[in-house]
């Protein structure tokens, strides 16, 4: 099934996004039900790796295993990305055997081969929260391992949309209050159970909350993108700023241990200053470069510009701050 590509602009409320967009690019049901299945016997094996969000000191793709034995994999959003591509497939979920997750990828340069919702603009949300603040995983009991691999592979916690500013929507209380809702309709009982599972009580969806607005534009300037920008903040000597969460640098650059922690990169270059979350940057870098081959990627773990190419700085125009 060929996916439709998300719109370079948007001006409306969400459900006329979703839609337009987002449900015809949704699994049917009949698929997420026998995945799920599969994924329930699975669960239910003797050793069966659960593959969860990274946490701060763990590598991607390495197995780790709990004070009680269990194994676990952390993972980016990689996971989520192939198993919405394969969902919407053909292959017999029925076939599948404890070796399908051994070939889920792990890393977003392991999907090869097949186009994602990534690569037609969209960015792929949770209505439940993938983390939280417990990062003692050697002490994590085995329903906790199911609960963080539910949320960070099964259908039923995926939401898409665009791919432009969703650092500010991907975590709209108003608009996971709405697809609560559209999924409670879309999947059924399916979902309630789901929801059951990953936090333990028998929450229910608003009903008929009303759509919230949704509008983005890729131009910078553009009324939502101002809210892309964060204040300025005077930087450290080490090029970071007094904030975790955002990096001063005077050239481009993107950082392998940056990926998945929601950096945002305050960029001084040519005169300018951008302001772009780390991960969008390496997106675009991925799909447009050839940095994922070089060896200062794959042995340092970094790569950056003295001075930003056209097409790159074409990019970061979207980003430019006052």
């Known amino acids: 099934m060929a996916l439709i590509r998300c719109p370079e602009r948007f001006d409306g409320d969400f459900a006329g996004f979703y839609c337009g967009f987002v449900g015809p690019n949704l699994p049917a049901l009949e698929r997420v039900k026998a995945f799920d299945a599969f994924l329930s016997i699975y669960l239910s094996s003797d050793r069966p790796v659960h593959i969860f969000r990274q946490v701060r000191g763990q590598e991607r793709g390495a197995l780790y295993t709990t004070a009680r034995g269990d194994v676990l994999m952390p993972s980016d959003n990689a996971p989520g990305w192939w198993l919405h591509a394969f969902l919407l497939g053909e292959q017999p979920i029925e076939g599948a055997s404890a070796q399908f997750f051994a070939e889920v990828p792990t890393h977003m340069f392991g999907i090869v081969g097949s186009e994602t919702l990534n690569s037609a603009g969209y960015h792929l949300a949770h209505i439940v929260p993938v983390k939280n603040r417990d990062l003692d995983w050697t002490n994590w009991t085995r329903a906790e391992l199911q609960r963080r691999f539910l949320l960070n592979i099964h259908p039923c916690n995926w939401f898409l949309i665009a791919k432009t500013e969703w650092h500010r929507n991907g975590a709209r209380a108003d608009i996971t209050a709405w697809i609560k809702t559209a999924y409670a309709e879309r999947y059924g009982e399916l979902y309630q159970t789901f929801v059951r599972r990953v936090v333990n009580s028998d929450q229910a969806p608003d009903l008929r909350p009303g759509s919230p607005d949704y509008k983005f534009h890729p131009k910078a300037g553009g009324e939502g993108i101002q809210h892309r920008r964060a204040p300025r903040r005077r930087a450290s000597g080490d090029g970071s700023d007094s904030s975790p969460h955002i990096r001063s640098l005077n050239r481009p650059g993107v950082v392998r241990e940056l990926v998945g922690k929601g950096v945002i990169l305050n960029i001084t ?31 340092a773990g970094n790569y950056n510009w003295p001075r930003p190419t056209q097409a790159l700085l074409t990019f970061l125009r979207r980003f430019e701050a006052p």
Do not use: I, M, Q, Y
């Open 269 to 299: 270059t040519v005169g300018k200053r951008f302001v772009v979350p780390h991960d969008e940057l390496l997106d675009w870098v991925k799909a447009n470069t050839n940095v994922p081959n070089t060896r200062s990627w794959l042995h």
